[in-house]
């Protein structure tokens, strides 16, 4: 063999070696990925194909006190087409009389749907749209057409659900019903009832099992779950609609009249603490008001006037004063440690009665009165306040509750002014609720009992949970205090500050205020009132507490005390509530405007109480308005669809029957 020969061969042995070990190593790295690394290979080609979808469960929906939707999950369908599953001769079976099912429900031609289904076949599109946003009706019908019937392996159908949250009756009580955010379908925050009441609402998520197609496509398995979603709870809300019409539109009436910034409306049933009525409106940049912030529970600052009630109480407990003591008013200004107190009346009440002071909201009166029997001993005025829970939270149920502010005489902060401001309501910080609660506990013969906002979880006709009535102070004060003070808020509206408010129709109680905020901040450009009332009615036997406050009136306007921007508000509730007709003591400028291409609530409202009960005329109404009418006639509401009546399952001029239910589609 020449030398030439062995070279040859000695290469060949090279390669080959080479060879058998890249072979070897492929053997082994095989036997690896088989036998050592196989289940997390396996595990992962099957994540990449075939995975678990979450099937988000249906929320509860949220009711009305008087049982109308104000929250509800509508389930929304996506239909969707893949042309490659379906035998040729399957699809050329079942494609006209699909397409001509389809045309009767998507309300396209049957041509339409026949050339895109085989555009989509020729074309092998395995994610064609059949319709999105559908309803459960028109799902369940498009599931049934010819071809779609054989399932997703034979038919091709691919259906996707989403869940979305609808307010049939519109933007009512809109920051108290609330939201929930989620992100990668986990809860981050949310607001209201809808937050707080989550774990009964949310129910439990269901699982389907989808296998990846083209395009990064998912396609399900299965025409049925892996795990069914199970839907939650039904929270039975405090809101009555027909308060809550009321109370929001006579409060928007008034931010308008006045170009306010914002304000609030609350009314509570007296004995229950259940709370029938909030509207928390915001000014836009555009001038219109929507439901912004919740100010009613969060916005904690000054309150001026209405805060004197709590002087007057702990006076007349501790009996340092009583009702008929005689204070000097001095000619209406009085100065402590510098600082002037003065009455909004130039010149002053001269010599009144300590009850009389507090009916025409004399600062010089109530000041004197606290600040000459607590001067000695602040902190037995202070315990008093603190007592009163005024310090502290309610403990609402929702989120967001104002922390409230008392100073105290151990505070660093604390100064020889403390006490004499504290008594017309200034140094001190309340919520609009909190307020509420203290003056509902006077009105409730000294039982101050927990505003809440839901009154029972449901499954159905199942009870869950109910909330009781949750007393936090069963004796805020003695019953011989309870007496005179309700006495002296019965004389603000009859003959103190709230005397145009009265009227020979029904009795109201209560108290005005007008609070100058951020006084101390920006000088006096960053200064504004803030104007309020709060009280109850009727005045001898409450069965509704109410405060409303307004910020930032337009003083060009002239006016920005409580009894004329605030007032008219609780006037019109009260009177709304518990007259069969509009009062003869008209207030200026309050009544509503009407749409006339809408039959509103306003509108039937007068006719409808002087006339026998009857079914009315719905069509073309507003779901809000038709609910709050048909619940002022004693029947029960079930509401279908968003935005204005459609059809009614009971005719117009039908006799009322107590407690009967109708049926209303909105469009």
């Not at 009992?449 to 159905?460: A, D, R």
Request: charged share 25%.
């Amino acid at each position: 063999m020449g030398v030439d020969d062995k070279n040859i061969s000695y290469r060949i042995y090279l390669v080959a070696a080479f060879i058998f070990v890249i072979a070897v190593a492929i053997t082994i790295k095989l036997t690896n990925i088989q036998w050592v690394e196989g289940d997390y290979y396996r595990k992962l080609a099957k994540e990449r194909t075939v995975r678990n979808f979450v099937i988000p469960a249906n929320k509860g929906n949220i009711y009305s006190a008087d049982g109308s939707l104000l929250a509800t999950s509508i389930p929304n369908y996506e239909i969707r087409f893949d042309a490659v599953a379906p035998k040729t001769e399957v699809f050329e079976k079942n494609v006209k009389s699909l397409s001509d099912s389809l045309a009767t429900v998507l309300g396209k031609t049957s041509s339409y749907f026949e050339n895109e289904l085989r555009k989509a076949r020729a074309n092998k599109n395995r994610y064609y749209l059949i319709g999105r946003k559908l309803g459960y009706t028109s799902y369940f019908k498009i599931k049934g057409f010819p071809l779609f019937n054989l399932g997703a392996f034979k038919g091709g159908i691919i259906v996707e659900q989403e869940t979305v949250r609808e307010h049939p009756i519109g933007k009512i009580a809109e920051r108290t019903v609330g939201y929930e955010r989620t992100q990668n379908g986990q809860s981050v925050d949310g607001k209201g009832i809808e937050w707080a009441f989550r774990k009964y609402l949310n129910g439990k998520d269901g699982k389907i099992l989808k296998q990846k197609i083209a395009k990064g496509q998912w396609k399900p398995i299965r025409d049925v779950n892996e795990v069914d979603p199970q839907d939650g709870y039904d929270v039975i809300s405090t809101i009555d609609v027909y308060i809550q019409d009321i109370a929001h539109h006579a409060l928007l009436k008034q931010l308008e009249s006045y170009e306010a910034d914002h304000g609030s409306v609350v009314v509570m049933e007296t004995k229950t603490g259940h709370i029938k009525a909030i509207s928390n409106l915001g000014r836009a940049n555009d001038g219109t008001y929507y439901e912004t912030t919740n100010y009613a529970v969060a916005e904690s600052h000054e309150p001026g006037s209405t805060y004197k009630l709590a002087g007057l109480m702990a006076l007349l407990d501790d009996k340092k004063a009583d009702t008929s003591a005689i204070y000097d008013s001095k000619n209406g200004v009085i100065t402590y440690f510098g600082k002037k107190v003065e009455d909004s009346h130039e010149g002053g009440y001269g010599k009144i009665s300590l009850a009389r002071g507090f009916e025409v909201s004399s600062n010089t009166i109530l000041v004197q009165a606290v600040y000459n029997a607590y001067k000695e001993n602040p902190s037995q005025f202070v315990n008093h306040l603190n007592n009163y829970g005024l310090n502290k939270t309610l403990g609402l149920s929702i989120k967001g509750e104002g922390i409230p502010y008392v100073p105290q005489p151990t505070d660093r902060s604390w100064s020889k002014l403390s006490l004499p401001w504290m008594a017309f309501g200034y140094g001190v910080h309340i919520t609009p609720m909190q307020t509420l609660a203290f003056y509902n506990a006077v009105a409730n013969d000294g039982e101050m009992v927990k505003p809440q906002f839901v009154s029972e979880i449901k499954e159905w006709n199942r009870t869950i949970k109910k909330y009781e009535k949750e007393v936090l102070n069963p004796k805020i004060c003695s019953k011989e205090t309870i007496v005179k003070l309700k006495a002296v808020l019965a004389n603000v509206v009859k003959k103190g500050t709230g005397s145009k408010l009265f009227s020979k129709d029904f009795s109201m109680a209560g108290k005005t205020g007008t609070a100058q905020v951020n006084y101390g901040k920006a000088g006096r450009t960053g200064m504004y009132y803030a104007s309020s009332f709060v009280g109850y009615f009727p005045a001898d036997n409450p069965k509704y507490s109410c405060i409303v406050v307004v910020h930032k009136p337009n003083t060009a306007l002239n006016n920005y005390y409580g009894a004329d921007v605030a007032g008219p508000v609780f006037k019109r509730i009260a009177q709304k509530i518990f007259t069969d007709a509009p009062s003869t003591n008209t207030i200026k400028n309050l009544d509503r405007k009407i749409d006339k291409q809408e039959q509103s609530y306003e509108a039937y409202y007068s006719k409808v109480q002087k006339k026998q009960k009857v079914v009315p005329n719905l069509k073309g109404m507003s779901g809000m308005d038709a609910v709050a009418l048909l619940g002022n006639l004693g029947m029960k509401v079930k509401v279908v669809g968003v935005g204005k009546v459609k059809k009614q399952s009971l005719q117009a001029g039908e006799n009322v029957v107590k407690n009967a239910t109708i049926l209303l589609e909105l469009s």
